[in-house]
């Protein structure tokens, strides 16, 4: 199936249906295993997605400018700006286990020392 030119309107009105065969081809494209059941449901609601994608496309839309987002988005960096910070021997004082001036933590690797 091609896609018309963007000169061209679509004139196909009829929903795009998706049979139990389609959704079996595909889920063995995809190596899934589908039962009897999830192949009806499945068909079903692939159907009303492929009828969503097309009524999106009938939008007029020619007129709109391509965008990434539906509105419009402001940096909200601030500036790198060096401040003090604790001094080392406070923070040590305030952790439950301090050595060689790091904080120590149980080993979780199994790792030898």
């Known amino acids: 199936m091609s896609t018309p030119s963007p000169k061209e309107p679509e004139t196909r009105t009829a929903t795009v249906g ?9 889920a063995r494209l995809a190596r899934l295993s589908l039962s009897d059941e999830e192949l009806d449901s499945f068909a079903g609601q692939l159907s009303a997605v492929l009828d969503a994608v097309a009524q999106v496309g009938k939008a007029q839309a020619e007129d ?10 402001t940096n909200v960096t601030r500036p790198d700006v060096v401040t003090p910070s604790l001094p080392r021997d406070v923070v040590l004082a305030q952790a439950p286990a301090a050595e060689d001036d790091r904080f120590r933590v149980p080993q979780i690797l199994g790792e030898e020392e």
């Open 18 to 26: 998706l049979g139990r065969d389609d959704v079996a081809h595909l």
């Open 64 to 73: 709109v400018p391509p965008m990434t987002h539906a509105v419009p988005l």
